[in-house]
Structures are given as structure tokens and as C-alpha cells.
């Protein structure tokens, strides 16, 4: 997205391209350096296409930690989790003077096309694939026992049905450790409850695996 230029009229926009027919239902507006436009936690209710300018979008453990940081260009779709109501993992502010193209949810839905159409339908698996690669990236995240309890939470109603579909080791190399190492942080879930050990991963207190991981979970 660093690569793409700056857009400086509809008419290189293919937002303004896919609105030829009709008036573009994106409202431009210029945000300063600085400007916040979405928290990481919050459930955003617009989307913004990113005409001029640079967007970090940054990540903190449940700590305080740093845990991801990126930029974002122009031709830059921001904030698609207000399509299905799911809170932004990241926290977006504006790095340069910026030219933002804003659109709320719902109406975004209602310019792609019907409900049920096959516009629809592809961009829910698309966003679903997005949301699946950002919980992939999360499984990486802080100390062994944390990385095993969000991966059980973040699976719990397929390990429900299969508790033993993910072997150990093919799960330690997943989450970044030794077998050993994930034998240990399995014990140790067991022995306080959180988890039944014994039939593979089954999650007993998803409360407690949640106040292990904190609210940067997802």
C-alpha cells in the first residue's frame, strides 16, 4: 500500500470510477497529523479510503506492550470491521496530513449490493479471511501461556468437537515453541482449571484463559 501514489481526484479514484453511474457515496475530508480515527477495542461505525497521506495502525499486548505496528497509504481500505460490527484490533492516527474518503457501514453494504447477492457473499468471506489472518498473528503474541490460552479460546467450539484434531507438535510449531515447553503451559492450564489437559485442549473457565490474555485477545 506504501507504493501506491496519492489519488488527488475522483477521477483516478476507483471508488469514483465504481460511481460513474451515480453520485459516490464516500464524503472526503482532510485529517491533520495526529488525529486519531479509531481506537484499538472499539467497534467503528465507518469505513475510510485513504486518498493522500500515511496511517499507523498500532497494537498493544495486554500489558502495554507494543505489539504490532504498521503504516498505510493511499488506496488503503481502513476500518472494515464496522461491515460486520467487530472491534478494531488496532489503534489508527493519522502520521501526515491526510485525505480521507468516509462511508459508514451500513451504507457501504447497501452500495455493494443486496443482501444477498453474490457481492455480498464474498466480501463477508473475504473480511472472515482477514479477521482469521489477524487472529494468526495474535497467536504469536506474549509469553507461552498466553499463546496456548488464545489459541484455545480463539478455536474452543472446533477443539469442543475434536479436542484432539491439532497434534501437539504440529500445535507448539503453530504458536512458536517447543513441544516441551507447550507440555508445560498445558500442565499448568490444567492443574488451575482453566483447561481439561486430559482430552486434548477442551476449555473448562473461558473466563479464566481470558484474564490470562487480557483484553488484546480478539
Known amino acids: 500500500m506504501l507504493s501506491n501514489r496519492p489519488i488527488t481526484s475522483c477521477a483516478d479514484c476507483p471508488l469514483g470510477a465504481a460511481s460513474a453511474s ?17 481506537a484499538q477495542g472499539e467497534i ?11 496511517i499507523s495502525l498500532s497494537a498493544t499486548d495486554s500489558d502495554g506492550t507494543l505489539a504490532a505496528l504498521t503504516l498505510r497509504g493511499p488506496s488503503s481500505l481502513l476500518c472494515t470491521e464496522a461491515i460486520q ?21 451500513e451504507l457501504l453494504k447497501r452500495w455493494i449490493g443486496p443482501e444477498h447477492g453474490p457481492a455480498r457473499a464474498l466480501l463477508d468471506l473475504l473480511l472472515d479471511e482477514s479477521h482469521l489472518q ?4 495474535e497467536l504469536h503474541q506474549g509469553d507461552c501461556t498466553r499463546r496456548v490460552a ?22 507448539a510449531q503453530m504458536l512458536g515453541m517447543r513441544p516441551e515447553t507447550l507440555s508445560r503451559c498445558l500442565t499448568r492450564l490444567d492443574r488451575c482449571g482453566a483447561i481439561d489437559a486430559s482430552q486434548g485442549l477442551r476449555v473448562r473457565q473461558p473466563r479464566l484463559l481470558s484474564s490470562m490474555i487480557g483484553p488484546a485477545a480478539g
Open 134 to 137: 489477524h487472529l494468526e498473528q
Open 22 to 38: 451515480r453520485r459516490c457515496e464516500f464524503l472526503c475530508s482532510t485529517r491533520l497529523a495526529g488525529a486519531l480515527i479509531c
Open 150 to 171: 488464545r489459541f484455545a479460546l480463539i478455536f474452543e467450539h472446533f477443539l469442543e468437537e475434536q479436542p484432539d484434531a491439532v497434534p501437539k507438535q504440529m500445535l
Open 44 to 54: 467503528p461505525s465507518t469505513i475510510y479510503f485513504v486518498k493522500t497521506g500515511l
Open 85 to 105: 460490527r467487530r472491534p478494531s484490533p488496532h489503534t489508527l492516527h493519522v502520521l501526515s496530513r491526510a485525505r480521507l474518503c468516509a462511508i459508514p457501514g
